[in-house]
């Protein structure tokens, strides 16, 4: 069965920096893609990144995050990130990571962890 556990979510000063992770089990974090997710107030649910496999070896970025957020994995820790640099206050949001049944970063997710909160202030 696969779990998937995120941590890392904080108040943080815009300007500044946090990072993410996603801890996963019953899946390899680099088998499948990959993407973090965020909710925020008033808004639906949007991908900000995603990993593909890693055979596939792309990394997406929502315009928003382009150049600000970072995402990795740990094969050994069985573990993805998100390192967020220089946040912005409309980066505040529900962080979820999730799986997709594919090597792609295509298609619906399948497989949701319960989310981190990230609050930043301006």
């Known amino acids: 069965q696969v779990q998937l556990e995120e941590s890392g979510g904080a108040l943080a000063q815009a300007g500044g920096s946090l990072k993410l992770s996603c801890v996963a089990s019953?899946?390899?974090?680099?088998?499948?893609?990959m993407g973090w997710f965020r909710h925020a107030p008033g808004k639906e649910r949007e991908r900000v990144s995603c990993?593909?496999?890693?055979?596939?070896?792309?990394?997406y970025y929502e315009d928003s995050v382009g150049g600000r957020f970072t995402v990795s994995r740990d094969k050994a820790e069985n573990t993805m990130y998100l390192l967020m640099n220089s946040v912005k206050a409309e980066d505040t949001g529900d962080y979820f990571c999730?799986?997709?049944?594919?090597?792609?970063?295509?298609?619906?997710?399948?497989?949701w962890g319960q989310g981190t909160q990230v609050t930043v202030s301006s």
């Open positions: 990993i593909s496999s890693s055979g596939d070896g792309k990394v």
């Open positions: 019953g899946v390899t974090v680099d088998r499948y893609a």
């Open positions: 999730a799986t997709y049944p594919s090597y792609y970063c295509d298609g619906k997710p399948d497989y």
